[in-house]
């Protein structure tokens, strides 16, 4: 690949990446929107949340079922424990990495 | 740019757990796509342009089996559409600013700053665009720095990508923890949890992703809405699991709705 395949790779990636993001936030702060559709968005972040962990826990690069993941569900676990306990994001990624590691160590 | 002087520093302090967690995987992005024949100066474009840990892994790991341009670019496509949820949900908060603000503001919203944003829009009442869009720019400047770093140091360092991936997935988790209000919400959780895993790998696209939060939203809040009326429902009753913000203590009293 040539210099200019790159630039014209990191263009068109950046107007893929860029349309989805302005779209909706220009549709939906400029119009009178009903209250239904605000009450369903209240659940987007649970929903997605969970949805983006799920994919990290249970799905491969290749988009299979990943049954080798006791090490990414019992960080998780302790994730979920201590984010309720200390309230606090640093301390709650902090653990995380330090348990992905460990656990990736002992099994 | 010019801003009121302790203002960025507040903002800096929320934004830094997230602009740590990004030094790790930000470099190990940028080794990846030193590796896909990305020179500095490119890394340094995309990471601005596009600010998507997952499409830059992607675009790195394509490039690297040789993937065709149309591929790549459709891959990223059904990878980023999940924005589109995250500025829908934001847009009730942000109604009052004006359309080139607007423009500004999504070019660098991304997963992680906008779970921070979303949380204090919901909790933090002097919470606003200008303090949003502030800590969109500090996870940038980290994002592209890191980036750029790595793919200098190339392959100096070797380190297991999955495991430096899961600062992201921790991240998430505390974001999701933050989000759990009622017993309601945990259902939608592992409704979401089923649903996704399994629209993910049939769909063989992050698409299944957007589906399933679209479609287990919609049932939270058509339970919600069911349930409304009802006096103290087992299933909206408040959990209590929410930081304790500190401008929460003069709001008043606490209900199981955060929107006015």
């Given at each position: 690949?040539?210099?200019?395949?790159?630039?014209?790779?990191?263009?068109?990636?950046?107007?893929?990446?860029?349309?989805?993001?302005?779209?909706?936030?220009?549709?939906?702060?400029?119009?009178?929107?009903?209250?239904?559709?605000?009450?369903?968005?209240?659940?987007?972040?649970?929903?997605?949340?969970?949805?983006?962990?799920?994919?990290?826990?249970?799905?491969?690069?290749?988009?299979?079922?990943?049954?080798?993941?006791?090490?990414?569900?019992?960080?998780?676990?302790?994730?979920?424990?201590?984010?309720?306990?200390?309230?606090?994001?640093?301390?709650?990624?902090?653990?995380?990495?330090?348990?992905?590691?460990?656990?990736?160590?002992?099994? | 740019?010019?801003?009121?002087?302790?203002?960025?520093?507040?903002?800096?302090?929320?934004?830094?757990?997230?602009?740590?967690?990004?030094?790790?995987?930000?470099?190990?992005?940028?080794?990846?796509?030193?590796?896909?024949?990305?020179?500095?100066?490119?890394?340094?474009?995309?990471?601005?342009?596009?600010?998507?840990?997952?499409?830059?892994?992607?675009?790195?790991?394509?490039?690297?089996?040789?993937?065709?341009?149309?591929?790549?670019?459709?891959?990223?496509?059904?990878?980023?559409?999940?924005?589109?949820?995250?500025?829908?949900?934001?847009?009730?908060?942000?109604?009052?600013?004006?359309?080139?603000?607007?423009?500004?503001?999504?070019?660098?919203?991304?997963?992680?700053?906008?779970?921070?944003?979303?949380?204090?829009?919901a909790t933090d009442k002097k919470?606003?665009?200008?303090?949003?869009?502030?800590?969109?720019?500090?996870?940038?400047?980290?994002?592209?720095?890191?980036?750029?770093?790595?793919?200098?140091?190339?392959?100096?360092?070797?380190?297991?990508?999955?495991?430096?991936?899961?600062?992201?997935?921790?991240?998430?988790?505390?974001?999701?923890?933050?989000?759990?209000?009622?017993?309601?919400?945990?259902?939608?959780?592992?409704?979401?949890?089923?649903?996704?895993?399994?629209?993910?790998?049939?769909?063989?696209?992050?698409?299944?992703?957007?589906?399933?939060?679209?479609?287990?939203?919609?049932?939270?809040?058509?339970?919600?809405?069911?349930?409304?009326?009802?006096?103290?429902?087992?299933?909206?009753?408040?959990?209590?699991?929410?930081?304790r913000h500190e401008s929460f203590?003069?709001?008043?009293?606490?209900?199981?709705?955060?929107?006015?």
């Open positions: 690949m040539s210099d200019l395949d790159y630039l014209i790779l990191i263009v068109l990636a950046a107007l893929v990446a860029f349309v989805p993001r302005v779209v909706p936030l220009l549709y939906f702060s400029k119009r009178q929107i009903p209250e239904w559709f605000n009450e369903w968005m209240k659940y987007i972040p649970v929903a997605l949340f969970t949805a983006l962990i799920a994919k990290d826990v249970f799905v491969t690069a290749n988009y299979t079922y990943n049954s080798k993941n006791l090490t990414e569900i019992l960080s998780t676990i302790l994730v979920f424990i201590v984010a309720a306990k200390t309230k606090s994001m640093g301390i709650t990624v902090v653990v995380g990495l330090v348990a992905i590691i460990a656990f990736a160590a002992l099994f | 740019m010019k801003v009121e002087d302790k203002n960025w520093y507040k903002v800096f302090k929320i934004a830094l757990p997230l602009c740590m967690s990004y030094v790790p995987i930000g470099l190990a992005c940028g080794i990846l796509l030193h590796s896909a024949g990305f020179n500095i100066l490119f890394v340094g474009l995309l990471s601005i342009l596009v600010f998507s840990g997952g499409a830059q892994f992607l675009i790195a790991s394509m490039l690297v089996t040789q993937a065709p341009l149309l591929q790549v670019l459709l891959m990223l496509f059904f990878l980023e559409m999940r924005y589109a949820l995250l500025s829908a949900s934001l847009s009730p908060y942000l109604k009052k600013e004006p359309l080139p603000f607007l423009v500004y503001f999504s070019a660098s919203m991304n997963d992680e700053n906008y779970a921070i944003n979303y949380l204090k829009f919470w606003n665009g200008h303090r949003a869009v502030m800590v969109n720019h500090f996870s940038l400047l980290f994002w592209t720095v890191s980036n750029m770093i790595g793919s200098t140091i190339g392959n100096l360092i070797h380190f297991d990508v999955n495991l430096v991936n899961f600062t992201l997935t921790a991240l998430f988790g505390y974001m999701l923890v933050m989000q759990v209000k009622n017993l309601l919400s945990i259902i939608v959780s592992g409704l979401s949890m089923v649903l996704s895993v399994w629209l993910i790998i049939a769909m063989k696209s992050t698409m299944g992703l957007v589906v399933a939060t679209l479609a287990t939203s919609f049932v939270g809040f058509l339970v919600e809405h069911l349930l409304e009326g009802k006096h103290k429902p087992l299933l909206l009753r408040s959990l209590r699991l929410r930081r203590r003069h709001l008043p009293k606490e209900t199981t709705d955060d929107h006015e």
